[in-house]
């Protein structure tokens, strides 16, 4: 194992089974990063989409630092790092509908300063990149934003949603869990989140040159990852829902993350199937 490999792993805190993850995944997306900002003799823009729980932001963050071992100038972006903080949460809440406090679902994200971030890093010149820290439920100020030197050659987007697409109008009559069949029953809140996919997001999402799809094997292994991540906050002291709080929490993204499941595979530029404990299954690694 390479030392810078090595080191990897143990920031993130890694186990050596991610080894695979890494040769079956992380190498073969670098390899494609580099063909893509080759042909295209300019920044090469990649979606990477995965479930909550996935192993994006990691695989995102491994990618980067392979690249920049292969001379090349790339930078990771989590949609995360967009959200909208509090006070304009609180806005939409009480202007559109009361579940649009919750972060996460389309419409609670700054998206022009997306599509600007994303616009800056093809050019030269300084770009400060957003931070949104969760435990404040705020975006960092701007003087401790993380700055770049442009034009980068590959920017990985990574998130549950991105490159996403709206659902069609019909299917969003009959709510598909409890949470929208108590809180959502006259579908104001699901029918935003659908518009400003359709609207608003394709700006950004117009902006990806390729789009790689993490794809779960279902609706309830994503749910077992979160209810995983949350057991892990609390086992290290970090707070962190409880079960019967994650199992409305995901309710929020149960819609979206079916459809992506459902529509996105026959579209991305590569699948990556996953299994239950998120290695990639193998046969679909040169798809």
Same mark, same amino acid.
């Given at each position: 194992?390479?030392?810078?490999?090595?080191?990897?792993? &143990?920031?993130?805190?890694? +186990?050596?089974?991610?080894?695979? @993850?890494?040769? /079956?995944?992380?190498?073969?997306?670098?390899?494609?990063?580099?063909?893509?900002?080759?042909?295209?003799?300019?920044?090469?823009?990649?979606?990477?989409?995965?479930?909550?729980? %996935?192993? !994006? @932001?990691?695989?995102?963050?491994?990618?980067?630092?392979?690249?920049?071992?292969?001379?090349?100038? &790339?930078?990771?972006?989590?949609?995360? /790092?967009? =959200?909208?903080?509090?006070?304009?949460?609180?806005?939409?809440?009480?202007?559109?509908?009361?579940?649009?406090?919750?972060?996460?679902?389309?419409? @609670?994200?700054?998206?022009?300063?997306?599509? %600007?971030?994303?616009?800056?890093?093809?050019?030269? *010149?300084?770009?400060?990149?957003?931070?949104?820290?969760? &435990?404040?439920?705020?975006?960092?100020?701007? *003087?401790?934003?993380? $700055?770049?030197?442009?034009?980068?050659?590959?920017?990985?987007?990574?998130?549950?949603?991105?490159?996403?697409?709206?659902?069609? +109008?019909?299917?969003?009559?009959?709510? $598909?869990?409890?949470?929208?069949?108590?809180?959502? +029953?006259?579908?104001?809140?699901? *029918?935003?989140?659908?518009?400003?996919?359709?609207?608003?997001?394709?700006?950004?999402?117009?902006?990806?040159?390729?789009?790689?799809?993490?794809?779960?094997?279902?609706?309830?292994?994503?749910?077992?990852?979160?209810?995983?991540?949350?057991? !892990?906050?609390?086992?290290?002291?970090?707070?962190?829902?409880?079960?019967?709080?994650?199992?409305?929490?995901?309710?929020? =993204?149960?819609?979206?993350?079916?459809? $992506?499941?459902?529509?996105?595979?026959?579209?991305?530029?590569?699948?990556? !199937?996953?299994?239950?404990?998120?290695? +990639?299954?193998?046969?679909?690694?040169?798809?």
């Amino acid at each position: 194992m390479d030392d810078w490999l090595a080191r990897f792993l &143990a920031q993130e805190r890694l +186990p050596e089974g991610f080894l695979r @993850t890494f040769e /079956d995944v992380v190498w073969p997306l670098a390899d494609r990063a580099c063909d893509w900002r080759s042909d295209f003799g300019r920044t090469a823009v990649v979606g990477l989409c995965g479930a909550q729980g %996935s192993g !994006k @932001t990691t695989i995102a963050a491994a990618t980067v630092n392979l690249l920049a071992k292969r001379g090349l100038k &790339a930078v990771a972006l989590s949609l995360d /790092d967009f =959200y909208l903080g509090r006070e304009a949460r609180a806005w939409l809440a009480g202007k559109v509908h009361r579940l649009l406090q919750v972060r996460g679902p389309p419409g @609670t994200h700054d998206v022009a300063l997306a599509c %600007s971030i994303l616009d800056h890093l093809r050019q030269a *010149g300084e770009t400060p990149l957003p931070e949104f820290d969760k &435990a404040t439920d705020e975006r960092v100020s701007k *003087g401790q934003w993380r $700055i770049v030197e442009g034009p980068v050659d590959v920017i990985i987007l990574e998130g549950w949603c991105v490159g996403a697409r709206p659902e069609p +109008p019909e299917r969003l009559r009959r709510p $598909i869990n409890p949470l929208e069949q108590r809180d959502d +029953p006259t579908g104001a809140w699901r *029918g935003y989140v659908n518009r400003q996919l359709g609207e608003a997001y394709q700006a950004l999402f117009g902006r990806l040159d390729r789009l790689v799809l993490l794809e779960a094997p279902s609706w309830d292994v994503v749910r077992g990852w979160r209810t995983e991540q949350e057991a !892990k906050l609390r086992g290290r002291g970090g707070g962190g829902m409880t079960d019967a709080e994650i199992g409305r929490f995901v309710q929020h =993204y149960e819609r979206l993350t079916r459809w $992506i499941l459902e529509e996105m595979p026959s579209r991305a530029d590569w699948v990556v !199937k996953l299994n239950p404990d998120r290695t +990639p299954v193998p046969m679909t690694l040169e798809s």
